[in-house]
């Protein structure tokens, strides 16, 4: 049970200190106000480890065990801007994540997409994502244990898609579930050198920007419990 003091935070996890975590966005470029009303509102320190959750207002990845991290606030936020904006006013009825990890980039999402859809390879991760937004009763996500690079065709088509794991290329099988006007936001590279890019569909035409130089964990076929 998560109590409304320890979802408001006190000390290093206290509105304060979330506002200059806005502001520093705000400082990095970040402008859609509703993104950085979102960050604002998702109470970060509740999705890492409790040793860690005085470091959850500071702008850098954390470990979140199983070799794998919560994404910087900095990422997430482009991450999401990038969506809304290459959705240009469309409305997210379906968003597919892949790599729900510990699930507060879902968090974020669940505030813009009527339903998101989120895949993870790592079950306990999976799990842990599960409690933690059911402690936070956001309800309008789907959580599935599975291998990403597949999709989630039963519920497809989606107006969004959102990629937390770099793959070499972009999968055919994500861009073939996106809507007419769909947007892809997936990092691209080999570790050390990867790409943010956004695919947009234009009926069998795929546009694709690259966006900004992004550092995250490998796409890993398969699943693992
Ligand atoms: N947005 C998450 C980021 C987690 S890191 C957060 O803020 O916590 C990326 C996640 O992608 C990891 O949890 C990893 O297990 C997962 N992942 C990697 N390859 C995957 C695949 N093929 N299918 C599903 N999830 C995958």
């Not at 996890?13 to 970040?30: C, F, W």
């Not at 006007?181 to 009926?203: E, F």
């Given at each position: 049970?998560?109590?409304?003091?320890?979802?408001?935070?006190?000390?290093?996890?206290?509105?304060?200190?979330?506002?200059?975590?806005i502001d520093?966005l705000k400082a990095?470029?970040v402008?859609?106000?509703?993104?950085l009303?979102?960050?604002?509102?998702?109470?970060?320190?509740?999705?890492?480890?409790?040793?860690?959750?005085?470091?959850?207002?500071?702008?850098?990845?954390?470990?979140?065990?199983?070799?794998?991290?919560?994404?910087?606030?900095?990422?997430?936020?482009?991450?999401?801007?990038?969506?809304?904006?290459?959705?240009?006013?469309?409305?997210?009825?379906?968003?597919?994540?892949?790599?729900?990890?510990?699930?507060?980039?879902?968090?974020?999402?669940?505030?813009?997409?009527?339903?998101?859809?989120?895949?993870?390879?790592?079950?306990?991760?999976?799990?842990?994502?599960?409690?933690?937004?059911?402690?936070?009763?956001?309800?309008?996500?789907?959580?599935?244990?599975?291998?990403?690079?597949?999709?989630?065709?039963?519920?497809?088509?989606?107006?969004?898609?959102?990629?937390?794991?770099?793959?070499?290329?972009?999968?055919?099988?994500?861009?073939?579930?996106?809507?007419?006007?769909?947007?892809?936001?997936?990092?691209?590279?080999?570790?050390?050198?990867?790409?943010?890019?956004?695919?947009?569909?234009?009926?069998?035409?795929?546009?694709?920007?690259?966006?900004?130089?992004?550092?995250?964990?490998?796409?890993?076929?398969?699943?693992?419990?």
């Amino acid at each position: 049970m998560i109590h409304d003091r320890e979802r408001s935070g006190i000390g290093m996890t206290s509105a304060r200190t979330r506002e200059r975590l806005i502001d520093r966005l705000k400082a990095e470029g970040v402008k859609n106000p509703a993104v950085l009303d979102r960050l604002r509102a998702v109470p970060r320190h509740l999705f890492v480890d409790e040793a860690l959750a005085s470091r959850a207002y500071e702008d850098t990845a954390l470990p979140i065990g199983f070799s794998q991290t919560i994404s910087q606030p900095y990422i997430v936020a482009a991450m999401t801007e990038a969506l809304i904006e290459g959705a240009a006013g469309r409305k997210l009825t379906r968003v597919l994540e892949i790599g729900t990890g510990c699930g507060y980039q879902t968090a974020v999402l669940t505030g813009f997409a009527q339903h998101v859809y989120s895949v993870e390879r790592i079950q306990p991760l999976l799990e842990r994502a599960r409690g933690i937004l059911r402690e936070l009763r956001i309800s309008n996500v789907s959580l599935r244990h599975a291998d990403g690079f597949r999709g989630w065709p039963s519920q497809a088509p989606f107006q969004g898609i959102l990629v937390a794991a770099a793959p070499e290329q972009v999968p055919v099988e994500l861009t073939e579930q996106l809507d007419e006007g769909g947007v892809l936001i997936i990092p691209i590279g080999a570790r050390g050198r990867q790409t943010l890019v956004r695919v947009t569909r234009a009926g069998d035409e795929f546009n694709r920007e690259e966006l900004m130089p992004v550092s995250f964990v490998p796409f890993v076929e398969g699943t693992s419990t």
